[in-house]
């Protein structure tokens, strides 16, 4: 039996600030307490609303419903950054932005319906996923090999046919 292990990055990824937009608190929204907490049942702000920095014009890292692009890129940088001889999350950043904009000779790559573009690097056995906008959402070596890029693939192939057949049957 196989397993997978990886960032699936789905719907709850998608939304990226744009270059220069800040999240805004607007009447009614969720806001922080003076100790740091947050406001009894108010929810604290959407990270994908927070500014990202940019690294070559593109953003630094994506962010997802529950963590800014910051803290998902020291994440992905403490599990791979590693296997990657990378020495600090900005370095770690800066080879996964390398990877995604220049893959190798040879990288094989799939696009997501939501844009995210997903590469793999056979000869390196490099697997990355980036947004539509250039955001990093992971940089790894999967521990299956090209099996894991052979599920990739059958998993975006399933949910294509799904979404086709949910168009065919709206009509």
């Known amino acids: 039996m196989m397993s ?3 960032c699936d990055s789905g719907a709850s990824a998608v939304k990226a600030p744009k270059a220069g937009e800040r999240a805004s ?3 009614g929204s969720p806001t922080e307490t003076a100790d740091g907490g947050w406001g009894e049942g108010v929810r604290r702000a959407d990270p994908r609303d927070a500014p990202v920095k940019l690294v070559a014009g593109k953003p630094y890292w994506a962010a997802n419903r529950t963590r800014t692009a910051e803290e998902n890129a020291e994440r992905s940088f403490q599990s791979n950054g590693k296997t990657f001889d990378a020495k600090s999350t900005d ?3 800066a080879k996964v932005h390398a990877f995604v904009s220049d893959p190798p000779k040879g990288a094989e790559t799939l696009k997501r319906a939501n844009g995210d573009l997903l590469i793999y690097d056979p000869k390196g056995n490099v697997f990355a996923v980036v947004s539509r ?7 790894f070596k999967p521990d299956e090999g090209a099996a894991y890029w052979d599920e990739q693939k059958t998993r975006e192939a399933r949910r294509a046919s799904a979404a086709k057949r949910r168009e065919q049957a709206e009509g």
Do not use: F
């Not at 906008?133 to 940089?139: F, I, L, S, V």
């Open 91 to 93: 370095d770690y950043v």
């Open 25 to 27: 608190l607007e009447s």
């Open 133 to 139: 906008e250039g955001a990093p959402r992971t940089m």
């Open 4 to 6: 997978l292990s990886a």
